[in-house]
């Protein structure tokens, strides 16, 4: 008997959201001040912020669980713990329970904000502090396809694609006990028969395929197989 297919959207404009005057954080998730029963972490998944940091201001966070962290810069680069990672690249590296994470935008112009998507996976295991990886990854000569970012070996398997408006594509998970999460950075998607714009996010569990279609040119799509805690 196939297993029933389930859906649930996360929109942009009901996010949580955390203001300064050099910082803005969007919350997908519960995180920090912010809790919504209808917030609940996707499997591993428990934390999506989407970052804007100020020239010469950085955020100093602590995991309180073993937690692998994604960092993907949107516009210009951060420094997490003095490694840097421009737009283009993706930071993977493992935080073992009580990690200090230095995420810092490295421009010294205040008005120079960069945008930083954080993804937060749990672990059911110590992981080694040292363990992590940059990946570049480029658009150029890749449009209308999806690139794998991480290959799933000791890190959830992400991958992300640029496509021009009315461009079609379908995405096979490489594990179907995992739920996929779509995520909109840039346009609009229609995932699934759903409509998605910049920022909002889609959960899918069930599905061994899924097809998507972009409706705006250059738009980009993050798709995450994510674990079951």
Known sequence: ????????????????????????????????????????????????????????????LETEEHTQVLLLPVVGAVTCNDTFIYAGQLLARNAPAGTKLNIANPYNEEQEMVNCLQLWFRSPALLPAAALILHAFSFENNMDKMLALTTGRGYPRVSIGKYMGRSKDRYVLKDTSCTLYAFVIEGAFEVEDRLLHARDGLALNNFDTIEFEALSNEAILLLIEVPVV
Do not use: C
Request: net charge neutral; glycine share 8%.
């Open 1 to 60: 008997m196939n297993k029933q297919q389930e859906a649930k959207i996360y929109l942009n404009d009901t996010r949580g959201k955390h203001e300064l005057d050099w910082f803005r954080s969007f919350h997908t998730f519960n995180f920090g001040n912010y809790q919504n029963v209808h917030r609940q972490p996707v499997g591993s998944l428990y934390v999506l912020n989407d970052d804007a940091i100020a020239g010469g201001h950085s955020l100093q």
